[in-house]
């Protein structure tokens, strides 16, 4: 079945550190791939998506590709804020219209 | 602005109540979702509507039932409320495409 591997955490960062959380996928067919945040307290937002192989999701200096041959969709930030911290979701969606979330990944960063 | 609402932020209940959560989006979307959200298990799928009086079980579906009288609102019903309950349920929906999901803040039930 579909599934979602997302490095575990917590991560713990400095400020204008640069984040990297892995997260990989097992699907049938061609799924589209998304990463959602979720600030405390509050219910998930999407951050980025991508639709198709060797798309790239971008939003907020976030950024993630659409890797088929290794079936990944790594999150990057090339320097991460205090205000970044929360939990990040890796989740896929098959054309069956089943979406599926990693367990999630806490990010702290400090000043 | 999308909107998804939830009746409650913090729910506190007596093991063996019947519990409703009630959940409402204002974007006219044909599918919405109920999830629980537990520390290392991620979001895992409760039961799913894809339009009104239409409900399909996701992966947990043990001890809840739903609702969807009306294609805005999809409530979360517990028969009997345990302690294994206790934990932050989380609705969203989305359009028929594309297929990203809007959700709502989440409540927090915690059952005694």
């Known amino acids: 079945g579909n599934s979602v591997t997302q490095m575990e955490g917590p991560v713990t960062l400095s400020e204008e550190a640069f984040l990297t959380i892995n997260c990989t996928y097992t699907?049938?067919?061609?799924?589209?791939l998304f990463w959602y945040v979720q600030y405390p307290g509050e219910g998930l937002q999407l951050l980025l998506k991508?639709?198709?192989?060797?798309d790239k999701g971008s939003n907020k200096g976030f950024e993630a590709t659409y890797r088929k041959e290794t079936t990944s969709f790594h999150l990057e930030k090339g320097s991460v804020q205090v205000s970044d911290s929360a939990v990040y979701f890796c989740?896929?969606?098959?054309?069956?219209?089943?979406?599926?979330f990693g367990a999630g990944t806490r990010l702290t960063v400090k000043p | 602005d999308v909107k998804v609402t939830q009746s409650s932020r913090y729910l506190v209940k007596r093991t063996g109540e019947k519990v409703f959560l009630e959940c409402v989006q204002d974007?006219?979307?044909?599918?919405m979702f109920w999830y629980r959200q537990d520390p290392g298990l991620g979001l895992r799928l409760i039961y799913f509507?894809?339009?009104?009086?239409?409900?399909e079980k996701g992966d947990i579906p043990e001890g809840y039932s739903v609702s969807r009288e009306k294609k805005e609102r999809f409530s979360l019903i517990l028969e009997s409320a345990s302690t294994n309950q206790t934990s932050m349920y989380l609705c969203?929906?989305?359009?028929?495409?594309?297929?990203?999901?809007?959700f709502g803040p989440g409540t927090r039930l915690t059952v005694t």
């Open positions: 699907a049938t067919g061609y799924p589209s």
């Open positions: 991508a639709t198709k192989a060797d």
């Open positions: 974007m006219d979307h044909e599918n």
């Open positions: 969203a929906s989305n359009p028929a495409q594309p297929y990203e999901q809007y």
């Open positions: 989740a896929l969606r098959n054309n069956n219209n089943d979406m599926r």
């Open positions: 509507s894809y339009d009104v009086k239409m409900k």
